[in-house]
């Protein structure tokens, strides 16, 4: 099972002709889900329209799959959207979250705020009660036995996995449920293999040549039940251009997108 979580960057609207490339992208792929952020209310609909695919279409964040959609959580008032696919081995169970940006501790961390303050701010971000409700919908999922859950999305925050010295709170929260981090899974070791995901045509912070924007993996593929990683790795179209010559890029987004091939087993 090919699984992909995409941060579109408004739908694409930043670059130009995104549509075309984001469906050429998408065919050369060929993935079973998508979790797609920053649909705008409507990206997820149309790419599958074009596709000929089934369809969930939240406020940022949507679900599209080839496979059948035979029931669908959450609304657009959420931080995320689930939907339940019916694949010919089993059914899996998707959720796909975009949840608060800021204040983004990475930049907490470059201002040299202790790491006492980052997490009080991180708290004030809202995304630690975010998750929780998200979680919280996944929860009979998770108590399914067999059944493959799958947690996606761009978490605008950091994993603890990644940085030792902080307990990131979404991280930790997402591990006490029972959900492991994909490419952490397949990658480590967090030094030779970061997996940065932000950003890789924002280079320069606040647009300051000189000060270099944190880098940092921040997009997700969480995985449970009968679901064995084989593959997971960040993805991208080409060589873009970094900000602000980009809206001639064939890649569409401001994110790297994150891919990872499963082995799956048969809920029973």
Not at 181 to 207: C, F, K, Q
Not at 228 to 242: F, K, Q, Y
């Amino acid at each position: 099972m090919r699984v992909l979580t995409w941060n579109l960057w408004l739908a694409g609207n930043c670059v130009d002709d995104a549509r075309p490339k984001q469906l050429r992208f998408l065919r050369e792929l060929a993935p079973d889900v998508v979790g797609l952020q920053e649909t705008i209310g409507s990206a997820a609909r149309e790419l599958a329209e074009e596709l000929g695919w089934q369809h969930h279409q939240g406020g940022s964040c949507g679900i599209i799959s080839p496979h059948p959609i035979v029931e669908r959580y959450g609304d657009d008032e959420m931080w995320g959207v689930g939907a339940r696919l019916r694949l010919p081995e089993t059914d899996v169970v998707v959720w796909s979250a975009h949840l608060n940006y800021t204040p983004y501790g990475p930049y907490d961390v470059l201002a040299g705020m202790s790491a006492e303050q980052v997490l009080a701010r991180e708290a004030e971000s809202g995304r630690p009660e975010q998750i929780r409700q998200i979680l919280a919908e996944l929860a009979p999922a998770l108590a399914e036995p067999g059944l493959p859950v799958l947690l996606l999305g761009d978490f605008n925050t950091p994993s603890h996995l990644d940085w030792p010295q902080l307990p990131w709170p979404v991280s930790v929260a997402v591990t006490d449920a029972g959900l492991y981090d994909a490419y952490r899974m397949v990658h480590p070791d967090p030094v030779a293999e970061p997996g940065h995901t932000w950003s890789p045509i924002n280079l320069w912070h606040e647009g300051q040549v000189g000060t270099p924007e944190p880098q940092d993996r921040i997009d997700f593929i969480h995985a449970a039940g009968p679901l064995r990683p084989l593959d997971v790795r960040t993805v991208l179209v080409g060589e873009p251009a970094p900000m602000p010559d980009h809206a001639g890029n064939e890649w569409t987004s401001d994110h790297c997108a994150v891919l990872g091939t499963f082995a799956l087993a048969a809920a029973r």
